[in-house]
């Protein structure tokens, strides 16, 4: 059974800080990663994606992959109330246009 | 901007009714998919499509059928509506997985 996993929190940081968001994944064959945010009652929206051992930054998003630890992470730098929202891992085969694994998300708090 | 359309936010159906929930693209992308998603349980795949008139089982495809006619177009029909598909209902093209707005079915 291919399975990500998240803690489901909620994971609490004050503004301003750096939020650490986790995910591991059971299947060696995935070769694709993605971090969605979703905000209570919307339906996600995809903010970052990685296929490479390493660390990818975007703005104040860093994801970072070990694919010998199964290990993928987002970073969410000077968090910001707005930030405060359930992230979605997931990871896939190929590229995204195929069947993705998800995990049942991390619920992330950022208080002022 | 990509644009995933459902039709509807939110419905509110009776116990043994057909429902239909449409999907549409305007991206030209092949492949589409229909999850659902409760509390707890977070993204489950329904049913997907690479191509017009192709379809695939997902995860949870019992009491579920689906129709793909039209290569924008992608609907997911419950073929006698019961209260345990009371959830939120989500369709997503490829290519960056974009996401409808979601329909937030309830059957009563």
């Known amino acids: ?112 | 901007d990509v644009k995933v359309t459902q039709s509807s936010r939110y419905l509110v159906k009776r116990t043994g009714e057909k429902v239909f929930l449409e999907c549409v693209q305007d991206m030209d992308h092949e492949n589409m998919f229909w999850y659902r998603q409760d509390p707890g349980l977070g993204l489950r795949l329904i049913y997907f499509s690479y191509d017009v008139k192709m379809k695939e089982k997902g995860d949870i495809p019992e009491g579920y059928s689906v129709s793909r006619e039209k290569k924008e177009r992608f609907s997911l029909i419950l073929e006698s509506a019961s209260t345990n598909q009371t959830s939120m209902y989500l369709c997503a093209i490829g290519g960056g997985y974009t996401f409808g707005s979601g329909t937030r079915l309830t059957v009563v």
């Open chain 1, 1 to 112: 059974q291919k399975e990500v996993e998240q803690n489901s929190g909620p994971l609490s940081v004050p503004e301003g800080a750096i939020a650490s968001l986790n995910c591991t994944y059971s299947d060696r064959g995935s070769q694709s990663f993605f971090w969605y945010r979703q905000y209570s009652g919307k339906s996600p929206e995809l903010i970052m994606s990685i296929y490479s051992n390493g660390d990818k930054e975007d703005g104040r998003f860093t994801a970072q992959l070990n694919k010998a630890s199964q290990y993928v992470s987002l970073l969410i730098r000077d968090s910001q109330p707005s930030d405060s929202a359930t992230y979605l891992c997931a990871a896939g085969e190929r590229d995204s246009n195929y069947q993705l694994i998800w995990g049942a998300g991390t619920k992330l708090i950022i208080k002022p």
